[in-house]
């Protein structure tokens, strides 16, 4: 049976025949009510895989006041001579053994603290608004216990269905609206992969328009500017004017402006063109327009 040396007045048995004898194992520095021969004792250090996250205990069968010696690497270590290690005296890939000695007998066990594998402290994901046509981007943050190179690795799936890149990057090309966006990510250094990063399932929103045209240069008696604009769903935009001179107007299908101009046309005048699709998202676009009238004709 293997005894804790820290536990506290366990009662032991022994068998001679048919008859029972108890007998007591003590606290360290007690002593133990009977005598035990010369031998080897059983000696067992926990945890079974140790790594520099978790402290040292010995364990040993056998009775008596026990001394406790602990080495790393062969060489001992001072003043660790207790039943404990403390997890701050060894690093990964370090050889720990310890010799027990107990009531005439000696016993030693040995040990390799093991890889501690890396962890994902946060995943941020950019940008803010996400949506159709616009690259996903995470940048995970991750540490290592034994002060490894953490790397990483990636899986997408739209729909439930994996996407093949290994990229912290998913193209907006590869959803629509509606799609469910989900992202596994996978920490790990040299020796192995710790626990990996699963995240929420995103829905992709409605996209905004944008507007791609610019307001063109013009002469003459009639301003025309045919806006243009795109929506990543592709979905059908209507336009409006939120602010125009008086006597301006758009086509709110096709996105025409036009404008007829006189001498009542001078001076600045400030225009806001909006675009918008079913779902209430809008693009605008604002400018100025300052014309100057002449007797020959109008003009920007």
């Known amino acids: 049976m293997l005894v804790l040396l820290s536990a506290i007045s366990l009662a032991a048995c022994t ?3 048919n008859e029972t004898r108890s007998g007591s194992l003590r606290q360290e520095g007690q002593t133990a009510s009977s005598q035990t021969h010369a031998g080897k004792l059983d000696v067992k250090i926990l945890p079974d895989a140790p790594t520099v996250l978790t402290d040292l205990q010995a364990l040993y069968s056998g009775r008596g006041i026990a001394a406790y010696q602990w080495r790393k690497d062969d060489q001992p270590l001072e003043g ?3 039943s404990q290690l403390l997890k701050d005296r060894f690093l990964k890939g370090d050889r720990i053994s310890v010799v027990v000695a107990a009531g005439g007998e000696q ?3 040995s040990i390799t603290i093991g890889n501690s594998p890396p962890t994902i402290t946060s995943v941020p994901f950019s940008p803010e608004h996400i949506y159709a046509g616009v690259d996903i981007t995470v940048a995970p943050i991750g540490s290592d216990p034994d002060g490894d190179v953490v790397g990483f690795r990636y899986r997408w ?3 439930d269905k994996d996407v093949s890149e290994d990229t912290p990057v998913l193209k907006g090309s590869l959803f629509k609206r509606g799609d469910k966006i989900n992202l596994i990510v996978v920490p790990y250094d040299q020796d192995g992969e710790g626990k990996p990063f699963v995240s929420q399932n995103m829905t992709i929103p409605n996209a905004p328009p944008k507007i791609i045209s610019d307001p063109p240069e013009f002469h003459g008696d009639v301003y025309a500017y045919q ?3 795109e929506d990543p769903d592709g979905d059908p935009l209507t ?6 001179p008086p006597g301006m107007s758009i086509d709110a299908r096709t996105g025409m402006i036009k404008w007829n101009i006189d ?4 001076g600045t005048h400030g225009v806001e063109v909006i675009a918008q699709d079913p779902g209430g998202l809008k693009a605008s676009q604002k400018y100025s ?3 100057t009238v002449t007797d020959q004709g109008a003009g920007k």
């Open 15 to 17: 068998k001679d025949g």
């Open 80 to 82: 660790e001579t207790s």
């Open 107 to 109: 016993g030693e066990a």
């Open 157 to 159: 799936a739209i729909n």
């Open 227 to 229: 806006v243009v604009a």
């Open 239 to 244: 336009y409006s004017l939120a602010s125009a």
């Open 263 to 266: 001498e009542k046309s001078a």
């Open 289 to 291: 327009l300052t014309m």
